[in-house]
């Protein structure tokens, strides 16, 4: 069940980078709201991956004496959401044929 999640929690990350800028804490309480139940361990190696494949940029902003790490989405990060949201989309069409 795990591995189902890990790859929503991607989806959405992409999906909130793309609405505004994100940092860690917002999206560990954004994913909460939803049920996720994620701790820093867990999301920030997500968020530096994504960082690194292309798809999320950071920016370092001081704020309160500290750095927050902003990332947002990039041009790559935008096209995989797309695909990604098609997927889905084809997915649960099939999978929840009987229940709509």
């Known amino acids: 069940m795990r591995e189902f999640i890990l790859g929503a929690i991607k989806i959405h990350i992409l999906y909130h980078a793309k609405i505004e800028p994100v940092y860690g804490s917002f999206m560990i309480e954004e994913l909460r709201s939803h049920g996720y139940e994620i701790g820093p361990g867990t999301l920030y190696p997500y968020l530096h991956n994504l ?19 902003y990332y947002s989405i990039t041009k790559e990060g935008e096209d995989a959401l797309e695909k990604s949201k098609a997927m889905l ?8 044929k009987e229940e709509l």
Do not use: M, P, S, W
């Open 51 to 69: 960082e690194k494949a292309g798809f999320l940029t950071r920016e370092d902003k001081k704020e309160n004496g500290r750095i927050r790490k």
């Open 89 to 96: 989309r084809e997915l649960a069409r099939e999978v929840l």
